[in-house]
DNA sequence: CCGTCTTCTGCACACGTGTGCATTCACATC
DNA sequence: GATGTGAATGCACACGTGTGCAGAAGACGG
């Protein structure tokens, strides 16, 4: 049925170990014979069976890639940029989604041990003990984007955005802008990405000299429904806000959605911060001012460290360290000066 | 370093088939060795490998999936239900994006069949010749979703939406609203989901005896600048549209931000229809009108086919044949009734 | 003509797992 | 006690590929 190096051989009248040779190129083959079995191999339809040659060869040139949903477009962006780089070193890409549910989680771990990836890729998940275990016992590099993680392993690096002056930035700029009442909507609980970007708004506040007020910090969900939510609360309050940074921007368009239901015009009566610059943020009315990482790096310089990490890569392991990246402001329509009435127009930047 | 079922013979004192057949529940086995051998292997923190059991077995218990982007909002989800239908399984996922260069899409095709998947689903492709002969080549059924491919191979169906009653039905919905003058902003060039579409456009207006008129008839990319294009092409007529159908949501998002940026009240002064549903659809200002494809549905319906093809599922493989799925209307603020000036608030559906 | 070196090829084993068949052992039955 | 029966286990091979080592054949110098 499937034609095997076996096969060719009988064919060409050599044994299988010469034909092996003569596919791979090596040397010790005769100039002519090795052109022969190449352009039989072709005639046949000979395609090397990976799971044997991974067998022996002890590498599987395939990495593992653990995210929670796809649907998220920023862990999208992410993925698609390993694949364009794990398919230009010659690698290709497993894919696990977890849902963020630990059970799943760990199964996709058991399940790329067993395949046998050379190294692993996760992201933006918030790394369980239990979980952080299985990963150690993989044997292979790992490394976490954006991930949160109580202790390194031996072999687990991490690059992440700099959540906290990503958090400065934002709020910043608002304050910058002449709001005095900023507040923040969180992402989902427990997250230590959001824990870092509200100590950076904290920061920002207290640099110029603004107090901390508990109750301008409202609780959300990362996802649009939680912005909603986030809105009306802060709406209900004695002093509502005049700006907002939002732990992402997903919850910056729930927010972008609910005040449009409600009557109130953006920027001119509030003004939102987004973070992570997806896609849709500059599609959204009006486009929205947000923190850009810098996703597409952040990919495929996760793929750079694993193939440093396995040898692979010709630069010398020892650079492998773990790396932060900043994002940057990205102005857009749906922040404004205080108290700022006129009406916009043309003026999309970005 | 690793641990084989060979180390833990040895340990056990048995062979490695006793342990083998332990491992796999065979009754064969001598119940206390069985769950003696079970226990030790878990201690040893044994993790079978999958290639070489597949490597006798003659399955991977592996799905390849090919698509052409991920930042694609429909194929991202897509592909989110293909890999949680697989897991339910058993089944993994192996991902591989094109860019929608043929060059790449072999390559892509050469590497599963490589890896040994038991069975491939393309998504949105348009199927080259050239291409179509690797997937025949693969000797693994393959599943098209959304894709136009010339002839049908032994192994190889396909499942996609109806795309010509999609846009029959985006297109009646703007007639019965009163609109008289409907364009059509179409796909990437020579795409047949873009001509069924089309077709169904027609359909609708020879229904309503209106006559065809080819300059209705603009040029887009499937991607938001397209529908910027578009929009200026189509205001710059001597008769404007009151009501345009756009060949995907990307597109219509392009022509709502062009329309936004010109001044032009969408849906007072021009209605707009997407297609696809992708969930940014509903976040957009005003909230778009569009035709929903059942994405998840498909990606579901896709792994279950592959499955019944590959003999895994309990039923017949013989009732395998194409599907053509149905999308419906789903109406939001994005179309308006021709001439209608009345504000819109609250008015949002779904 | 013999010894040595080069060039090429095949044998045999390895990787980790599953399984048909033979073997061993205990026990029951005649 | 011989024989049959059943359970439990080991041997050996298979899957498809890569590679160290030995061996064959030819070239070449002495």
Redesign the interface.
């Known amino acids: 049925?499937?034609v095997s190096i076996k096969d060719i051989a009988k064919v060409a009248g050599v044994s299988h170990s010469t034909v092996s040779r003569a596919l791979s190129g090596s040397p010790l083959v005769n100039a002519e014979t090795k052109s022969r079995i190449q352009s039989l191999a072709r005639e046949m339809?000979y395609?090397?069976?990976?799971?044997?040659r991974?067998?022996v060869m002890g590498r599987?040139l395939?990495l593992g890639?653990v995210v929670t949903?796809?649907?998220d477009?920023f862990i999208?962006?992410i993925?698609?940029a390993i694949?364009?780089t794990a398919?230009e070193y010659g690698y290709?890409?497993?894919?696990?989604?977890s849902?963020a549910e630990s059970e799943?989680e760990i199964?996709a771990v058991?399940?790329l041990?067993?395949?046998?990836v050379d190294g692993v890729i996760v992201t933006s998940s918030r790394v369980g003990a239990l979980y952080q275990q299985y990963l150690d016992?993989l044997?292979v590099p790992v490394v976490l984007i954006n991930s949160h993680r109580e202790e390194q392993g031996p072999y687990t690096f991490s690059i992440t955005v700099d959540n906290r002056h990503g958090g400065y930035l934002a709020t910043r700029h608002l304050l910058d802008l002449g709001h005095d009442c900023v507040a923040y909507v969180t992402g989902p609980a427990n997250h230590s990405d959001d824990l870092e970007r509200m100590k950076g708004y904290c920061q920002a506040l207290t640099e110029v000299g603004i107090e901390f007020q508990p109750e301008l910090v409202v609780p959300g969900t990362g996802r649009?429904e939680g912005g909603e939510i986030a809105f009306s609360r802060l709406m209900d309050l004695k002093h509502p806000p005049t700006g907002v940074f939002c732990y992402n921007d997903m919850t910056a368009?729930g927010l972008?959605?609910a005040a449009?239901?409600s009557?109130l015009s953006i920027p001119e009566e509030l003004s939102i911060v987004g973070f992570d610059d997806i896609?849709?943020a500059s599609?959204?009315?009006p486009p929205l001012t947000t923190i850009a990482q810098p996703i597409s790096q952040m990919g495929w310089q996760a793929v750079k460290m694993v193939l440093a990490l396995i040898g692979e890569s010709s630069e010398e392991t020892r650079w492998v360290s773990n790396v932060i990246v900043q994002g940057r402001l990205i102005v857009r329509g749906s922040s404004g000066a205080r108290g700022d009435k006129k009406i916009l127009?043309?003026g999309?930047s970005s």
Do not use: W
């Open positions: 049925m499937r339809g395609s090397p069976d990976a799971q044997a991974s067998l599987t395939t890639v949903r796809l649907t477009p999208a962006e993925v698609q694949e364009d398919h290709s890409v497993v894919l696990a989604s849902s799943r199964a058991e399940m041990h067993s395949k046998r016992r044997g649009v368009i972008l959605r449009r239901v009557g896609p849709f599609y959204v009315n127009s043309g999309i």
